[in-house]
């Protein structure tokens, strides 16, 4: 069997050497149009149940990984000047480049073929073998090609946001909220190494316009958000790499394969960003895959049916979560019109995934200074 992956990233790595692992007699060729050593973006955040999946299938990846981890066990809220705690919700970073070395080194350990700085401009240069999987992103040159087949539908959310990093770390995933003359500001920021964080910045559309973001180039625009960020960043600096202002694509497919065609991670389907889980899922997604094709191994259609019937139902309901998170965020302008203590709670309940009971369970001491902030609040 020959396999063909577009895409070296998460996915196209992990793709390659689970499927190169399960099947040695196969030929497995990852192309990737970068080199092995760029990347897009800063740091990778997994909560804790992220890397269950992990532990259970694949212990030897995991531990890789987990060399390379930085660990918290809460959230902080930055609002109206005050800062709240929510305990009890454990997330891991890790700098991407590091996640993507990890990967790339199991992919060759079992003898896959990485090909980088190989651009591929017709899915026709893929079509000598048996299996073609598009793992290549949001621009997925796969899925574009077969998109009537797919039955590709691409929709915007509101918000802008860019990507950045700060020469800081924070103690844990950090969520700050930010009213100024010109408008509304969010920064998702979190350290991926011991001296570095993630910083994505984030603005409604009626802020970006009004500021002109779109008439400014990288720069500019990191040195406005670094100046808007500056008490929280406290002398650090914002890093630009590829910070260019965009729009998250809320991208799904009616299929998942045609003929010999297969999508998986972002090409797929894309879960917003305020979740975490977008690694998580592609790297679940190729597990689906693997395993199908190992109950289906001389029968590629059944084995992509399985991996879609199987598979669906999960994904949906994830990234049904991740779309209200999404929404919740297109709507944050309003929401910190609310007190600090209860924006702290609708935003943790956004994706309606944590409900009253839960959060008490999880999150046993916010819980109990939300609700003596509510009694301090009712009337008596």
């Given at each position: 069997?020959?396999?063909?992956?577009?895409?070296?990233?998460?996915?196209?790595?992990?793709?390659?050497?689970?499927?190169?692992?399960?099947?040695?007699?196969?030929?497995?060729?990852?192309?990737?149009?970068?080199?092995?050593?760029s990347t897009f973006g800063f740091g990778v955040v997994f909560s804790d149940q992220a890397l269950e999946f992990l532990r259970a299938n694949d212990e030897g990846t995991l531990d890789a990984i987990t060399e390379g981890l930085e660990t918290w066990r809460d959230i902080e809220v930055r609002i109206h000047n005050e800062r709240i705690v929510i305990d009890g919700v454990g997330f891991t970073g890790i700098a991407r480049l590091r996640l993507l070395d990890v990967l790339r080194q199991q992919a060759v350990s079992v003898g896959a073929i990485l090909n980088h700085?190989?651009?591929?401009?017709?899915?026709?240069?893929?079509?000598?073998?048996?299996?073609?999987?598009?793992?290549?992103?949001?621009?997925?040159?796969?899925?574009?090609?077969?998109?009537?087949?797919?039955?590709?539908?691409?929709?915007?959310?509101?918000?802008r946001f860019a990507w950045f990093g700060a020469t800081r770390p924070f103690?844990?995933?950090?969520q700050t909220f930010k009213q100024v003359p010109e408008g509304f500001f969010n920064a998702h920021h979190y350290r991926y190494t011991p001296d570095m964080s993630t910083f994505l910045v984030e603005v409604d559309a009626d802020t970006f316009e009004r500021i002109g973001f779109a008439n400014m180039d990288e720069e500019q625009s990191r040195q406005y958000c670094e100046k808007?960020?500056?008490?929280?960043?406290?002398?650090a600096s914002l890093v630009a790499n590829k910070s260019l202002w965009r729009r998250f694509p809320q991208i799904s497919n009616a299929k998942w394969s045609v003929g010999k065609y297969v999508l998986i991670g972002d090409a797929l389907r894309t879960a917003h960003f305020s979740i975490g889980s977008g690694t998580r899922l592609a790297m679940e997604d190729v597990q689906a895959l693997a395993k199908a094709l190992e109950d289906h191994p001389q029968d590629i259609p059944s084995a992509l049916a399985s991996f879609e019937s199987a598979r669906r139902p999960i994904v949906e309901?994830?990234?049904?979560?991740?779309?209200?998170?999404?929404?919740?965020?297109?709507?944050?302008?309003?929401?910190?019109?609310?007190?600090?203590?209860?924006?702290?709670?609708s935003y943790i309940s956004r994706s309606g995934r944590i409900d009253p009971d839960r959060l008490r369970a999880n999150s046993p001491q916010f819980s109990s200074q939300y609700e003596a902030w509510r009694a301090s609040t009712t009337p008596s």
């Open positions: 069997m020959k396999i063909n992956i577009l895409g070296g990233g998460p996915a196209g790595l992990y793709a390659a050497y689970l499927l190169k692992r399960s099947r040695p007699d196969a030929t497995v060729n990852v192309y990737e149009q970068n080199n092995a050593h700085e190989r651009i591929i401009q017709d899915v026709a240069e893929l079509d000598d073998a048996d299996l073609v999987i598009g793992a290549d992103g949001v621009n997925s040159l796969v899925r574009k090609t077969f998109e009537d087949q797919f039955g590709t539908s691409i929709e915007h959310f509101e918000n103690s844990r995933l950090t808007v960020f500056a008490e929280d960043l406290e002398g309901k994830i990234v049904g979560a991740a779309n209200r998170s999404a929404k919740w965020y297109d709507d944050f302008a309003q929401h910190m019109q609310l007190p600090a203590w209860e924006f702290a709670k």
